[in-house]
């Protein structure tokens, strides 16, 4: 689904997809979630993949830079962001970047993107894409904050395989 000129917001796309894809100009696939897009036949698409699990625990906002920097590299031709059901993951990157973009607050930007599509990014999301807000679209010292949060420190003692990359 276009949430915005030349971005795209979706599930995760099968070989099915691939003339859709094609034929709305998109030529670039950002994938957000554990396993990357490897069949042939998207290699026609500028890919770029980050390593993200659907969990409260991960941490996001460390790789909005590296999403925000694909995205405008493509958004003239069209860029498809997806996870697995393109709900939460990629529709954090998606808010994050709208919000960045258009400087706007996260309310703003999340509503904009249901206009769109359903979307329902999971508690830590929301959280780290309040903080994205609340830091002025810095996302390194959102990070930082995030990852000092009493929200994640609850989260590791609920489970102590927290990762967290610094």
């Keep these: 689904i276009k949430v915005y000129p030349g971005l795209w917001l979706g599930a995760r796309p099968t070989k099915d997809d691939v003339q859709f894809l094609q034929e709305n100009n998109i030529t670039a696939i950002l994938t957000v979630e554990r396993t990357a897009l490897t069949d042939h036949c998207f290699s026609y698409f500028d890919r770029k993949f980050i390593f993200a699990c659907d969990s409260t625990k991960e941490v996001l906002l460390e790789h909005f830079e590296d999403a925000f920097n694909f995205i405008d590299e493509n958004i ?42 359903i979307i329902s990014p999971n508690a830590g999301f929301r959280f780290q894409l309040a903080l994205f807000e609340k830091t002025r679209f810095k996302a390194g010292k959102a990070a930082k904050k995030y990852k000092n949060s009493k929200l994640l420190r609850k989260l590791r003692k609920a489970n102590v395989n927290v990762k967290v990359v610094e």
Excluded: D, Q, W
């Design 76 to 117: 003239e031709n069209g860029v498809l962001v997806h996870c697995h059901f393109g709900k939460s993951r990629s529709a954090t990157i998606v808010v994050a970047y709208l919000m960045k973009k258009l400087r706007i607050p996260f309310v703003k930007a999340f509503k904009r993107v249901c206009r769109s599509r």
